[in-house]
């Protein structure tokens, strides 16, 4: 066994034993692992860290080679706590909404330093003010980018017409449709509230602006899109879209999504 030191994310922890941690890290250079912290919780000033849940840590830790993905993590010291996002109540969700959605689509081991840089941008965008929901439709399109899951913005999905006017977006068919291929016009008015299931194979109508900012964003790095401004119906529109695209890729809901509903910052 070697040791290895990397920047980390924490995705996720939870108690284990008396006194150790079982943990969920993003690291810059293995993608995510799963780390047990020993000793932790009975001498918390052996570590630098709290371990709270998105700080950035530098880890060192064993990488197992055989039996088992769980890896023994022995240094943790905290590099940013993201303090202003922690100090609000709506950035702070946004930031666990974030860890959970990267822990629940990234798989152990996938490796991609993209993704661990796409959460230092994030939370960083999060701690300067900028709007979290746009911070959130970013991040959202970013993520679902670098998992080869961005939606098909140019073509219609089913007879590949290019840029149809005007455009439908299908959230199981994961892009936009033209005029003649789009399913359940019946359906368009159906609330996502009262069914999500029963409208995700409705094609709804996306406007030029909204499929125009779904390309500037695949295009640009989430630093240059730190002063992009955008329309509200844009911005509503995306939320729609974006929210339905999550709600598609995932089984259940996000335990932040759920706080974040009732306390009506979502
Ligand atoms: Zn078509």
Do not use: W
């Amino acid at each position: 066994m070697s040791a290895t030191k990397t920047l980390a994310f924490i995705l996720k922890t939870q108690d284990y034993r008396d006194t150790s941690i079982l943990g969920d890290f993003y690291t810059r250079d293995f993608g995510k692992i799963k780390g047990i912290v020993k000793g932790v919780r009975d001498a918390r000033g052996r570590y630098g860290s709290t371990l709270e849940p998105f700080s950035l840590n530098e880890i060192l830790f064993y990488k197992r080679k055989r039996g088992g993905d769980l890896h023994q993590v022995t240094q943790v010291e905290l590099v940013n706590h993201f303090l202003k996002v922690r100090e609000d109540i709506e950035r702070l969700s946004y930031a666990s909404y974030f860890i959970q959605l990267v822990n629940e689509l990234v798989e152990v081991e996938q490796s991609g330093p993209e993704i661990f840089d796409l959460l230092n941008d994030s939370f960083r965008f999060l701690s300067s003010g900028a709007s979290p929901k746009r911070c959130a439709r970013i991040f959202e399109l970013k993520l679902f980018g670098l998992l080869g899951l961005m939606p098909e913005i140019h073509a219609c999905v089913s007879c590949q017409k290019d840029d149809p006017e005007p455009a439908y977006f299908n959230v199981s068919l994961g892009g936009i449709h033209c005029k003649n291929c789009r399913t359940d016009q019946a359906r368009l008015s159906t609330p996502l509230k009262t069914e999500p299931s029963a409208v995700l194979g409705t094609s709804f109508p996306v406007s030029r602006g909204t499929l125009n900012f779904l390309e500037h964003v695949r295009r640009s790095e989430v630093k240059e899109l730190r002063r992009v401004k955008v329309a509200q119906e844009v911005g509503e529109e995306l939320e729609k879209i974006l929210r339905r695209f999550v709600d598609f890729h995932l089984t259940n809901k996000l335990k932040s999504v759920v706080f974040m509903e009732k306390m009506g910052l979502f």
